[in-house]
């Protein structure tokens, strides 16, 4: 440490962080961290810096930092680091007042950091050996009942609290299935002696809740091996904050760029980026460490990514944070294919790609994006990713109803409505669902409970399971937020309608959901929204509507961009895509902010936000690597290869084959992209991992590869029925006559949206000229052509490259 | 809650205000099992008269001979041992001390003739006791869980026990047989109370339910049931000419029912959880101990 400070350049410079702090109670500490900044690198100096205080009489500084209050007042706390200072103000109050831990601010977190309360122990459904805790502490009433009055007080001794049970068991001073949990010199011991010994003063609902967490610092960049300090505030609702640090739980999300303990220390890895999460009291936060790669990246190297819109700015950004070089542009044809695929599920036909690849103007790439945007299989398309997260399907909704809500889906999307108007068309109509299909959701989820559940997955990201029963033990909704959030739905009135199928949806003027466990309902309120009043006599889903689609909701928009931005770059800014909460950091953050705030202030236009990602440098980067991204497949420096659905294979081999597949019960012609209902049988969409569309949940759609995926591409009759089609593009092409050379041209035109180089003509050529070799009728001499050419586009067909998005 | 409020504003290791009160019984005197020791106290004045100990820990089950002159007082250190002592209730001397079971001890019952004690424990077991010399004279193996209450019939032959394993048993004492279960509870039993005549037994706990069963020799039959309280029950009394029943329940409710029909004639609101919970011998008073080491002793007459 020492080499490394002497070595420090000059130009460094020293913070102290927090740069305030506050001591509230005598018993209140604050860890300072003394930060040194050189260039874009961080290092922590805490343990080697001098600390000394302005006013002993007021806060005195211990040599690792840590701050403690003596007397009211302010003092400056300073910190001395190779000749050079930085300070902290600190304010010292109510240092004379008497003091008691409280229930809920201390004991809790103490026996919740030492896991007392977690899943595999007391917190277990079960609890264990007869004592059982809530998990994560989510009851603290119930919780103080069973510390200190369940099985006659056997867990407390109010006239013996050394003697108590709890801490008996805790600092293994009798056999503990959990082991040591409390040292007994520890702070977090004291703290529960201390409690016992004064009572054991319960929770009270005047008790102040922490309202934020703060983290110090907030991002920093390291080199691999470097450690570094995280300390974490608490501002409750009193206006307090305290140093938590030592009772926030800390996880990691990328343990091969940073680890994290117990107690906030990070130490670096490896070369990257990690997210950590900081979990205290239901509130999330979390702090960004990076490690920049250690490659040589040129300014020229990053101007290969040209910067056509905000989203190059911010990608250039990050990937300048951890030299990441992109790789350039990808080619006309590879891009012409790519957004083809991307936007509409379909690929440019042999003529499409030939007048696109001839055309010299600049702009021809956002002229090709424009013209796209307006094609009927781009509504076919958005119109089938939707019904995937409307779960449209005639399962348990009759083909009539199927229907309507299907239709309605694709003409939102024909009409580009705004997905605010998407949503709130859902959730404050009334009537029939037959004449109006958005009803239908209501149809598909007919419970307050499994609404809850379903809008928060399908609009919000948000998976709200765990709070049913308990509060979320890793996210910041808790059980009550849960049923206030249901009580919304407690009034959606359903009835039979005009047909079979067909339901009437409507406003009750009366019921309502009950806590389980208060067995009373809760005022109707948005997760972190407004609250209704129990006897207000407005329409709660009209209520839920407004808060859902409000442009300051930042779930609503994060989680409708994130799954956009999926489709066409491969992987969620938020990843898995629908997981969006707080927890879950972005691996671009500002970048998120920046086109939710685009999005929104476009009214919600997902056309516009499309047309913004697929006109960025950034979705147009080729996907092959070069020297410094081989390994990136989360910071965009290349665009990441991805696997076509099954229902766009399965359309792209129609197309190319020129016969279409028949689906029974719908028109021949029609397109798997076009069907309203995944009940349609077809092996070929199951095994290629259609969605059942039953659950709201993006992994439903399967993108894990099988051996019967390949199976049937290669042996399976659905490509082979096709090739020896009688009226297909095969037989269509010898039928006229048409040149190999020429035919060689149009099946990689269609296929692979490119002309064949010469490596891959010359022996191709050679192949289809040896078959016209064949001696006897012309009968057969027409047979051993078709069979060279079916050959031909079948091992095309079967190819990565035509199964691939690149 | 003004006593904690203030206790809170002392400084730390401060002792509570009076002492608290872990189990309760009423025969010629009142007993209340305390931290330490068992106090003795006139019904009428609620002056102490003795204090009897010491004992390790709380005393958290104490129990009269029916002749009132012995006082079998239970406790242990939870999660380390058990003990019962057996006091000369006229001398103020201890006759018996037992020690065997390995975690502390929640229910106690002496037999009608006054020769045996039970003893029921966290650690699962159920022991009979010499009550003249405190020698163990059998065990009771069967429950799966804590055992938190133990009475005995009238007639001397049977023992009850409840549970947390959801469960009362009922045991031949003299041969330490268990001749049935009752397994209706939905959740463990904290209490258990027996008609006087013997021929019907209350239980209760954190289902919140009361349940009654009339007691055959080979099988009980469930006969009422009725989700009384909004929180875990935690003691049930059966007043001694059989016509009243009385609960205390962690919703701080003490609740009086007509016993046949389990009507609710009474509900009173109580400061702090009961743990203890006994009618007197001539039924016209009941007095509820608790927690916070408050006692009350309330007039059936002025209810």
């Known amino acids: ?806 | 809650m003004t006593r904690r409020g203030f206790i809170s504003l002392l400084p730390a290791a401060a002792a509570p205000l009076q002492p608290q009160i872990f189990s309760l019984a009423w025969q010629k005197l009142l007993a209340l099992g305390g931290f330490g020791d068992v106090r003795l106290l006139d019904p009428q004045t609620k002056a102490v008269i003795a204090t009897l100990g010491p004992h390790a820990e709380a005393v958290r089950a104490v129990a009269f001979s029916s002749a009132g002159n012995r006082l079998a007082a239970a406790g242990g250190r939870p999660g380390l041992k058990g003990e019962l002592r057996i006091w000369d209730v006229e001398a103020r001397q201890p006759v018996a001390t037992a020690q065997g079971h390995s975690d502390c001890i929640y229910g106690v019952a002496v037999s009608p003739d006054g020769a045996l004690v039970a003893t029921g424990s966290y650690d699962k077991l159920v022991k009979l006791w010499d009550a003249a010399s405190g020698r163990e004279v059998r065990t009771l193996k069967d429950h799966i869980d804590a055992v938190y209450a133990v009475a005995f019939t009238p007639d001397g032959k049977h023992l009850l026990s409840g549970a947390a394993d959801r469960t009362v048993k009922v045991w031949n004492v003299a041969t330490g047989e268990r001749l049935f279960t009752l397994s209706e509870p939905a959740d463990g039993v904290n209490a258990i109370a027996l008609h006087p005549s013997g021929k019907m037994v209350a239980a209760g706990g954190l289902d919140k339910t009361i349940r009654l069963w009339a007691l055959g020799e080979r099988a009980g039959e469930l006969r009422n049931t009725l989700i009384a309280h909004e929180d875990a029950i935690l003691q049930l009394a059966w007043s001694p000419d059989g016509k009243t029943l009385i609960s205390a329940s962690a919703d701080k409710l003490i609740k009086v029912f007509e016993a046949s029909t389990l009507a609710e004639q009474k509900s009173i609101r109580q400061p702090d959880w009961v743990t203890g919970l006994k009618f007197s011998p001539d039924g016209g008073r009941f007095a509820a101990g608790r927690y916070d080491g408050s006692l009350t002793v309330y007039d059936m007459g002025a209810l």
């Not at chain 1, 006239?159 to 082991?179: M, N, T, Y």
């Not at chain 1, 010994?197 to 920093?220: K, Y």
């Not at chain 1, 505030?233 to 800390?250: H, I, M, N, P, Q």
């Not at chain 1, 229902?647 to 069907?675: C, H, K, N």
């Open chain 1, 1 to 806: 440490m020492i080499l490394l400070l002497l070595c420090a350049p000059l130009w460094s410079q020293l913070s102290v962080l927090p740069p305030t702090a506050e001591l509230s109670t005598i018993e209140s500490r604050q860890q300072l961290i003394a930060e040194s900044t050189a260039g874009a690198f961080h290092q922590d100096v805490t343990a080697t810096a001098a600390w000394s205080s302005s006013d002993p009489r007021v806060a005195t500084v211990d040599a690792s930092g840590v701050v403690k209050p003596v007397g009211d007042g302010e003092a400056v706390i300073t910190a001395l680091v190779n000749g050079q200072s930085s300070s902290a103000k600190v304010r010292v109050k109510n240092a004379t007042q008497p003091f008691t831990w409280s229930f809920r601010g201390h004991v809790m977190p103490v026996l919740t950091k030492a896991g007392c309360n977690q899943g595999a122990c007391h917190g277990a459904q079960a609890g264990k050996n007869g004592f059982k805790l809530t998990l994560r502490g989510y009851d603290p009433e119930l919780d103080y009942d069973v510390l200190t009055r369940q099985s006659a007080g056997r867990r407390i001794s109010l006239s013996d609290p050394g003697a108590s049970l709890l801490l008996q068991k805790a600092s293994f001073g009798i056999p503990h299935g959990g082991g040591l949990r409390l040292k007994k010199d520890s702070l977090d011991y004291r703290i529960v002696h201390e409690w016992i010994a004064a009572g054991t003063p319960p929770p009270s609902d005047r008790d102040a809740e922490v309202t934020a967490l703060e983290a110090f610092p907030r991002q920093a960049t390291l080199k691999p091996g470097q450690e570094q300090n995280i300390v974490v505030r608490a501002r409750y609702s009193d206006g307090r904050l305290e140093d938590v640090t030592r009772w926030v739980k800390f996880s990691s999300n990328n343990e091969g760029v940073a680890l994290v303990d117990d107690y906030g220390k990070v130490r670096m890895t490896g070369h990257g980026e990690a997210a950590i999460t900081l979990w205290y009291s239901s509130k999330i936060i979390y702090a960004r460490m990076t490690s920049p790669y250690s490659h040589e990246v040129s300014e020229a190297d990053y101007s290969r990514l040209p910067r056509r819109n905000y989203i190059d700015d911010h990608v250039l950004a990050k990937l300048k944070s951890l030299n990441l070089a992109p790789s350039p542009q990808a080619t006309d044809a590879a891009f012409l294919r790519r957004a083809y695929l991307d936007a509409a599920g379909i690929l440019p036909s042999a003529e499409e790609v030939e007048q696109f690849l001839a055309a010299k103007s600049a702009d021809k790439r956002s002229k090709a994006i424009e013209q796209l945007l307006e094609r009927d299989e781009y509504v076919d398309y958005w119109a089938y990713k939707w019904s995937d997260l409307m779960l449209v399907s005639s399962r348990r909704l009759r083909p009539n109803v199927m229907w309507s809500f299907y239709n309605w889906i694709r003409d939102s999307v024909k009409e580009n409505k705004p997905w605010d108007r998407f949503a709130r068309d859902i959730f404050t109509a009334s009537g029939s669902s037959r004449q109006n299909g958005a009803l239908n959701y209501f149809q598909l989820h007919k419970d307050p409970i499994d609404l809850t559940e379903n809008v928060t997955q399908a609009f919000l990201g948000q998976r709200l399971t765990c709070a049913r029963c308990h509060n979320h033990p890793l996210e910041k909704w808790t059980q009550k937020q849960y049923y206030q959030m249901a009580n919304l739905f407690a009034r959606v009135g359903i009835k039979n309608g005009n047909e079979p199928g067909d339901v009437i949806v409507f406003a009750k003027n009366e019921g309502d959901v009950n806590h389980p466990r208060l067995l009373r309902p809760l005022p109707p309120s948005p997760l972190d929204g407004e609250s209704l009043a129990l006897d207000s006599d407005a329409d709660r889903r009209v209520h839920f509507a407004k808060w859902l689609t409000d442009p300051g909701n930042p779930y609503f928009s994060r989680a409708i961009v994130n799954r956009v931005w999926a489709n066409f770059m491969g992987r969620g800014l938020i990843d898995p895509v629908d997981d969006v909460r707080e927890a879950n950091a972005p691996s671009n953050e500002e970048l998120l902010n920046a086109l939710v705030k685009d999005f929104v202030a476009h009214g919600f236009d997902i056309k516009h936000l499309i047309r913004t990602i697929m006109n960025s440098g950034t979705y147009q980067v080729s996907s092959e690597s070069n020297a410094t991204n081989q390994s990136d497949g989360v910071y965009y420096s290349k665009y990441i290869v991805k696997r076509l659905t099954g229902e766009v294979i399965l359309d792209a081999m129609s197309q190319v084959t020129g016969v279409p597949s028949s689906f029974s019960g719908y028109p021949a012609g029609t397109r798997a992209l076009q069907l309203p209902d995944v009940q349609v049988q077809s092996e070929f969409l199951s095994v290629f991992g259609r969605p059942k569309r039953v659950i709201c949940d993006a992994a439903e759609r399967s993108m894990d590869p099988s051996i019967a995926q390949a199976l049937h591409v290669i042996n399976g009759d659905t490509l082979n029925k096709k090739l020896s089609a009688s009226d297909g593009t095969a037989a269509l092409f010898l039928k006229l006559g048409l040149s190999d050379a020429r035919i060689l041209d149009h099946v990689f035109l269609s296929a692979y949206s490119r002309y064949p180089t010469e490596a891959e003509r010359t022996p191709m050529l050679a192949a289809l000229s040896k078959a016209r070799e064949v001696k006897g009728s012309t009968e057969a001499q027409k047979e051993a052509r078709r069979q060279a050419l079916e050959d031909m586009m079948w091992v095309m067909l079967t190819s990565k490259e035509f199964l691939f998005n690149y």
